[in-house]
C-alpha cells in the first residue's frame, strides 16, 4: 500500500536582511570618492541613530562606472562617444534578528533623501535561523500522517497494516502565509515574506494484511 502524508507548520522569520546602495556622480573621480565618503557617513550616523549597531553596517567595495553620452549626426550616423564622468555607487547590507526594527527602517529610509542623499532600498528579505529543526518536525508531522491515512484505508477494506517497507521524503517547501503562491517541483523557498508556511510530503510503502 502507497500513501502520502503532509506536514504543515507556520512560522514568523526570526532573521531579516536588508541592502541598499547609493550613488554620486562628477566629472572628477576624486570629486566623486569625496562625496560618496560623505553619504556614507551620513547613511552610517542615520542608521546608528535608528538603533542599528555600527558592527552590523557592511558596505561593500566601491564599484566605479565611466560614463559616455552616445554621439550621433543630424542624418543618424553614429560619431563615436564622449566621456561625461564617473559614477561611484556603493551598497550596504544589514543583517539582523531584530526584524521588526529593521522593517521599519527600510520603509522611513527615505528620510535620507531630505538629506540630498540618494539612498535605494531594496526588499527585505526574511529568513529563519532553526530551519533544520523546522524541517525534523515537518518529516514527523507528514510520516504520522501517512501512517494515519494508511490505517483508515486498510480499515475500510478489512485489512490488517502490515510492515513498513519504504519512506521516501518529497520536496521541502517554504511560501508565504496566505500569499497563494505556487508549489515548485524543486522546492520553492519564499524569501520576501515575514510570515511563513512550511511544509513536506512523506511517501510510505506498508504491507498489507
Known amino acids: 500500500m502507497n500513501v502520502t502524508g503532509l506536514g504543515e507548520q507556520n512560522f514568523t ?37 535608528k538603533g542599528i549597531p555600527e558592527s552590523q553596517l557592511v558596505f561593500n567595495a566601491v564599484a566605479t562606472n565611466p ?19 564617473y559614477q561611484l555607487n556603493q551598497s550596504l547590507v544589514i543583517e539582523s534578528k531584530e526584524v521588526e526594527k ?18 535605494y532600498s531594496q526588499q527585505p528579505r526574511y529568513y529563519y535561523t532553526d530551519l533544520e529543526s523546522l524541517k525534523l518536525e515537518m518529516i514527523a508531522k507528514a510520516t504520522e500522517d501517512a501512517r494515519i491515512r494508511a490505517e ?12 513498513l517497507i519504504s519512506a521516501n521524503m518529497g ?35 506498508f504491507e498489507v494484511d
Open 13 to 49: 522569520s526570526d532573521l531579516i536582511v536588508w541592502e541598499g546602495n547609493f550613488s554620486r556622480e562628477s566629472n572628477n573621480i576624486q570629486t566623486a570618492y569625496a562625496n560618496l565618503e560623505k553619504d556614507r557617513e551620513a547613511v552610517t550616523q542615520y542608521l546608528v541613530s
Open 152 to 163: 483508515r484505508i486498510a480499515e475500510n477494506s478489512n485489512a490488517s497494516l502490515g510492515n
Open 102 to 119: 529593521v522593517e521599519k527602517i527600510s520603509r522611513e529610509i527615505t528620510e535620507l533623501l531630505n538629506q540630498g542623499i540618494a539612498f
Open 171 to 205: 520536496v521541502f517547501q517554504i511560501t508565504g502565509q496566505n500569499s497563494g503562491e505556487d508549489y515548485s517541483w524543486g522546492g520553492a523557498f519564499n524569501t520576501s515574506s515575514k510570515n511563513k508556511t512550511a511544509s513536506i510530503t512523506m511517501k510510505l510503502v
Open 67 to 85: 560614463q559616455y553620452q552616445q554621439n550621433y549626426s543630424n542624418d543618424g550616423r553614429y560619431m563615436g562617444q564622449t566621456f561625461t564622468g
